[in-house]
């Protein structure tokens, strides 16, 4: 089946720094890749949608300054959290939809990040 | 704008009991919804799609649009279907999702 691997997996980082977090898709190309935030025992959040080759579309509310997405191949997509406050501490969460046309998502295992 | 609605929070049942989770929906389109589930310590995985209309680990989910739901079903809950459960929506032509806020199913011994 398609997977969806995320690295790291967890990181912990001083306020200030920038992480960078990575979603490939291992088997499969994906045109489309989204990314969200899911806080402790609530849903997921939409934050953007990561389309190969051109820039990515935020929801409403998501500073795209402050989360900045690159897809630049059809397997990898990267979610960059600048300058990380300790308000960004949460589980994020990516996931692909094949360029074969099928419109099931495949989702990462979600990366844990934790600002000091 | 679209919405998923999962009213239950928390629901919790014996083995062997039916259980039926909520879900419902406001979107002016024509509607794709989902049901994607989470087990403890694993990933988000899609359970059932609306338009396969097929079973998958015994549960089944019908779309009503009259009572514009997606209520999902299972006769007899296992101990492990224990697991949060998520409803979702898919916008067409945007191919992103809406999600529910979730149900924690707990299944009881």
């Known amino acids: 089946g398609a997977v969806v691997s995320q690295h790291p997996s967890w990181v912990i980082c001083k306020s200030g720094t920038s992480v960078k977090i990575e979603c490939r898709s291992l088997?499969?190309?994906?045109?489309?890749m989204f990314w969200y935030r899911q806080f402790p025992k609530q849903s997921l959040m939409l934050m953007a949608t990561?389309?190969?080759?051109?820039?990515?579309?935020?929801e409403q509310g998501v500073e795209k300054d402050k989360f900045l997405i690159n897809h630049a191949s059809l397997t990898l997509s990267t979610l960059t959290v600048t300058s990380a406050h300790p308000e960004d501490s949460s589980f994020y969460i990516c996931?692909?939809?094949?360029?074969?046309?099928?419109?099931?998502?495949?989702f990462g295992p979600g990366t844990r990040l934790t600002v000091l | 704008a679209q919405r998923v609605t999962q009213p239950e929070k928390l629901l919790s049942v014996f083995k062997g009991a039916p259980v039926e989770l909520k879900c419902n929906y406001s979107y002016s389109g024509s509607p794709e919804l989902f049901w994607y589930v989470q087990y403890s310590r694993q990933r988000l995985q899609l359970l059932l799609r609306h338009i396969s209309r097929e079973s998958i680990k015994g549960f089944t989910a019908d779309l009503n649009k009259g009572e514009t739901s997606f209520h999902l079903k299972k006769p007899f809950a296992q101990e492990e279907d224990s697991a949060m459960y998520y409803c979702?929506?898919?916008?067409?032509?945007?191919?992103?999702?809406?999600f529910g806020d979730g149900t924690t199913l707990t299944v009881k011994p």
């Open positions: 979702a929506l898919l916008k067409s032509g945007a191919g992103k999702s809406t």
């Open positions: 990561s389309n190969e080759g051109s820039k990515a579309t935020y």
């Open positions: 088997d499969f190309q994906a045109t489309t």
């Open positions: 996931s692909a939809t094949p360029s074969s046309g099928t419109d099931t998502q495949y």
